[in-house]
């Protein structure tokens, strides 16, 4: 599986962007979908996660509120609609592809990732 992540910018705070993860090679209908982000110094962290059919969701704390999971099966596509955004949310986005259906929130139970997309936020 490939995933190729897009639609991240420069955006002020307060704003809002759209991120999409394109997945080829296979499909992921049947897959738990993630996104992650890591900024400068930091570790990546778990940002959302659904489940293979979008019935259930998980949010970090930092972004509940602020940002929706969501994913189309017949595009192979999953997407992070980011409003509100803060300074802090600068970082580079990954999405991940896990080999099961329920929502996971860990790094290590993700198989398959792309290779991010920058997302910085200016104040």
């Known amino acids: 599986v490939q995933l190729v992540e897009s639609g991240g910018g420069l955006v002020q705070a307060g704003g809002s962007l759209i991120l999409s993860c394109a997945a080829s090679?296979?499909?992921?209908?049947?897959?738990?979908m993630g996104w992650f982000r890591q900024a400068p110094g930091k570790e990546r962290e778990f940002v959302a996660a659904?489940?293979?059919?979008?019935?259930?969701?998980y949010y970090a704390d930092s972004v509940k509120g602020r940002f929706t999971i969501s994913r189309d099966n017949a595009k192979n596509t999953v997407y992070l609609q980011m409003n509100s955004l803060k300074p802090e949310d600068t970082a580079v986005y990954y999405c991940?592809?896990?080999?099961?259906?329920?929502?996971?929130?860990?790094?290590?139970?993700?198989?398959?990732w792309g290779q991010g997309t920058q997302v910085t936020v200016s104040s």
């Open positions: 090679g296979r499909t992921v209908s049947s897959s738990a």
């Open positions: 659904l489940s293979w059919n979008g019935g259930s969701t």
């Open positions: 991940a592809a896990a080999g099961r259906v329920g929502v996971r929130r860990a790094e290590y139970e993700y198989d398959y």
